[in-house]
């Protein structure tokens, strides 16, 4: 019966393609001066069999991505006139009433239980021309409805922007305890949050590598800071390189190579070696502190900060060390840059006169800076972008207690995604899920 349904289902995918492509579907530019919130209803969900809260949960986490992404208008399910028990195909569906209440967008779906694991039928519909144009059969393993609402949530955001979704991505944090500091990775929501270690000695700076199998962070094991990877598919947690008071480490986006900092008595330079910890050569040779690197899109160039002007600012240089130049002349101290996946923005933090600390944006052609935060307690530091470079996390404590936030590259929309309740430090968001 499963394999009927999903050989249906492909066959329906495949026959509506070519007429659909001959219309001309809506597509959120985003961006664009024009850009409006795309009005989407999300009906309730249908639950086959033992799986109603299942259902239940896969849409109200559906609507809640929706909402974090900025990219939509999520209409409250208070306020729908449809009929409930309505069905998925589309002449059965009184568009009129989803209309009514100002829907653009509808999905529906069926979720219900499958061998080994949840299942999800995705049905997403354009309202004002009455047609079906996504049919899509997702599976998760075991039970997790927040991993098939993620999956849902990133099919819809694909149709309407041609673009990736990252909802099924994951943030990777340092969590601190009392004499622990625990390696963390949560769903980009906040939820699902789970220790992949938990050690006596400090840990610092987690960074993915890109093909999301493995974590660089900098331990002090050894009583110095040193370069270890820990790897998901045996958990193994393992030096790397041979370099003492080495730390802040960076794949670049090909997984190739590993910028960091060393530390050498009052010298502190950048380096780069290969992904297994061969190869390491200096890349900076400056009586400055030279620390935090972040490697551009194309791997062509590293951003760092530098003290060489005698304040903590952000430059460029080429990935071979060539051509350094600054690129913020604005504050006196700013820090912990990360560069934009779409390479048109370089996040960074900055403290001000007040000592309080506040996320910015600064252009790494142009030098053009633009605010975040501000005035949002007195704590927003070290962001890091989503791999659509759409969004960013940063950590605040703007409610009392230490948070996580994400929010849209111009700061518009701020959600916080964690509760306050733990010590998270250092986020760092991860790759596409494969």
Do not use: C
């Not at 501000?374 to 759409?390: C, F, I, L, V």
């Not at 733990?422 to 790759?431: F, K």
């Amino acid at each position: 019966m499963i394999v009927r349904r999903a050989l249906a289902l492909a066959a329906l995918a495949l026959a509506a393609s070519p007429a659909l492509a001959a219309q001309e579907r809506p597509t959120i530019v985003v961006g664009s001066p024009d850009f409006r919130p795309l009005p989407i209803a999300v009906a309730a969900f249908q639950g086959e069999g033992d799986a109603g809260a299942a259902a239940t949960q896969t849409a109200d986490v559906v609507r809640a991505d929706l909402v974090l992404s900025g990219l939509f208008d999520v209409l409250d399910p208070r306020g729908f006139l449809a009929d409930p028990a309505e069905g998925f195909a589309a002449p059965s569906i009184r568009f009129a009433r989803w209309a009514d209440v100002g829907a653009d967008g509808l999905a529906k779906a069926r979720v219900r239980r499958g061998p080994g694991g949840l299942e999800g039928e995705l049905h997403l519909y354009e309202v004002r021309a009455g047609r079906e144009v996504l049919v899509k059969l997702l599976r998760v393993d075991g039970a997790d409805a927040r991993s098939l609402a993620h999956r849902m949530a990133d099919e819809i955001v694909r149709y309407y922007t041609r673009e990736p979704g990252i909802f099924a991505t994951r943030i990777a944090a340092i969590r601190r305890g009392r004499g622990t500091w625990e390696l963390v990775t949560q769903d980009m929501d906040g939820g699902n949050q789970q220790v992949l270690l938990s050690e006596r000695s400090i840990l610092m700076s987690p960074a993915w590598r890109p093909d999301g199998r493995e974590i660089l962070v900098t331990s002090y094991r050894s009583g110095r800071p040193e370069l270890w990877a820990y790897r998901f598919s045996d958990r193994a947690f393992r030096p790397l390189g041979r370099h003492r008071n080495a730390f802040g480490g960076v794949y670049s986006p090909d997984g190739s190579r590993i910028a960091f900092t060393v530390s050498e008595g009052n010298v502190t330079d950048l380096w780069v070696m290969s992904a297994d910890g061969s190869g390491a050569r200096k890349l900076t040779s400056d009586p400055a502190i030279d620390v935090s690197p972040t490697w551009s899109p194309d791997g062509r160039r590293i951003a760092f900060v530098s003290d060489r002007s005698g304040t903590p600012q952000i430059y460029v240089m080429g990935a071979d060390g060539s051509g350094a130049r600054r690129l913020t002349f604005q504050g006196n101290y700013n820090q912990t840059p990360q560069w934009s996946p779409r390479g048109d923005l370089i996040a960074f933090t900055a403290r001000d006169e007040r000592k309080v600390f506040d996320v910015f944006v600064v252009a790494p052609d142009s030098g053009a800076i633009s605010r975040i935060t501000q005035d949002q307690g007195r704590t927003n530091e070290e962001p890091s972008w989503a791999p659509n470079g759409r969004l960013m996390v940063f950590r605040t404590d703007r409610n009392g207690g230490i948070q996580l936030v994400v929010s849209d590259a111009r700061g518009d929309r701020q959600t916080p995604v964690t509760s306050g309740k733990t010590d998270l430090a250092a986020p760092a968001w991860g790759p596409l899920a494969p």
